[in-house]
């Protein structure tokens, strides 16, 4: 939980409110109550802004206020092609000093998303929990790779899915080939693996089995920020309320999550994901069923 | 109709056969008989390469033969990622001084393909047919919108479906976003368009309408050369089987013409494409169901 300065071809945003935890619980929050959060703020988090996710079924005390300490900020601007981007400014503040603490009201939590971190921080979590969950998923980047290959192996190990993008994946096994890098990976621990193309789709591995989920046209990429762990949210949100974590279910859920990533996109922050309805989730959904089906007889 | 000499990260072919007409030949004739082939080569074209697609069901009357001069080449090396390549080698030899004629016998033609070539060259064909066939198609390229511009636009104010990538299609339009370039070509004269994003799948737009067919995911793509040209051939010959120009049934012909693309890239040149059979083609569009289909409640 955090806040950005976000600059795209289309405008520029003050300080809001972002952060991986806050896009996930805000978009798993349409499918599921508790979402139970962990996080660190600083004294400048928002009262308005806990109280929305508190509405919204939102637990909050996994969440850490620091008195003295402001919350992380991040201020990037984006190019006209809107996936790569600058950055700006990265004031780690509170994220810091973060040690994350699993109260004990949460330890029954069956679905676990692990928001991009240092491994070993990914990894305490995992070590707190005294009952396996169902399903527990990570994110992670480039960064990790860099600085701390060895611990993001470790954690990998505990994990039951992992999200990264294609060149992640690329840099995580050294294959170019995606579908090499995704074997590989399905080999490093998680039984599940989603690489996240963009505005290219997602693609599900799991054993000898792929999933295609396309991303939909969008006329416009307003703000990406985001985008990445609204999908994470939505799927996880999704996966934790049909409580199904067959592969079948995951195709699904992997729609669902995209479905409110292509919302995430068309606001700054998450505005968007604070207006949609369960109706604009649904006729969302049916346009991705437009979007990819088609009958074919036998040629 | 043409020579190619092709280098990639694994491996190098001397002189082979290529050429747009050829793998679109080849592509289309597992749908249809007959094709009916407009191309030149020179003396040095293989005798048995002619004896093979006639036996394939393509007519060749339409194909010039010079008797002086040498047949088409190009010659490039791929990058290790497959998506960029350097030419080495252009010879246009026969193909200065191509001037394709219409065989009376080809007249009848419902369904036209144009492969790559200058827009006045691709409109002389469509003038030259005497009777409106029911659906023309073409292909196009980046080198014809910076010296041919004003003659591209003339032509693709006849077609009906245009084939372009997606780097083409910024180009043509000036457009960045996909989904609005689409919108201002299907402008300028296509009902349809077709965007291939190579390894990412294609777009075809119509109207308002829109549809997202994946390309297969690959462990290794062995040789890119003839995709795109396979991809249109397989498009065509299923459209033309079924002589059905409605979206619903070119939603599944870009789904066969995937799967062919998806056998092109699996040898050198059109090696592979000469080998499969029809259970072939049906097991591989059978992958291409499973890999988007699924089944979703609203939520």
Not at 1 to 28: L, Q, R, W
Not at 168 to 192: H, N
Not at 241 to 254: P, V
Request: with cysteine; hydrophobic share 40%; proline share 5%.
């Amino acid at each position: 939980m955090a806040f950005d300065a976000i600059e795209t071809p289309f405008g520029k945003t003050d300080k809001i409110v972002g952060g991986s935890a806050t896009y996930v619980a805000y978009a798993a929050s349409n499918f599921l109550k508790p979402i139970q959060q962990i996080s660190i703020v600083g004294y400048d988090f928002p009262e308005e802004e806990m109280a929305e996710l508190k509405r919204r079924g939102v637990q909050l005390e996994g969440v850490e206020i620091v008195p003295d300490k402001k919350s992380f900020f991040w201020s990037g601007r984006y190019h006209e092609d809107m996936n790569s981007r600058d950055t700006l400014v990265t004031d780690l503040n509170v994220l810091a000093d973060f040690n994350p603490q699993v109260p004990e009201s949460y330890q029954n939590a069956e679905f676990v998303m692990l928001g991009n971190l240092h491994p070993k921080t990914q990894l305490s979590v995992i070590n707190q929990m005294k009952k396996r969950p169902a399903l527990i998923a990570m994110d992670t980047m480039n960064f990790w790779m860099e600085v701390a290959m060895p611990d993001l192996e470790e954690t990998l190990k505990h994990v039951d899915l992992l999200f990264v993008n294609d060149a992640e994946a690329r840099q995580l096994t050294g294959q170019y080939s995606i579908v090499k890098a995704a074997k590989a990976i399905l080999q490093m621990g998680p039984k599940f693996l989603i690489i996240k193309k963009g505005e290219h789709g997602a693609l599900l591995f799991h054993g000898n089995d792929v999933f295609y989920a396309p991303a939909l046209p969008l006329e416009d990429v307003f703000d990406p920020t985001g985008a990445g762990d609204t999908f994470a949210g939505g799927f996880m949100g999704h996966v934790a309320k049909s409580g199904d974590i067959s592969f079948e279910n995951m195709k699904r859920s992997i729609i669902v999550g995209s479905a409110m990533a292509s919302f995430c996109v068309e606001k700054f922050g998450p505005t968007r994901l604070k207006e949609v309805s369960e109706g604009d989730i649904n006729a969302r959904i049916q346009q991705f069923k437009e979007l990819v089906n088609f009958e074919i007889e036998l040629v």
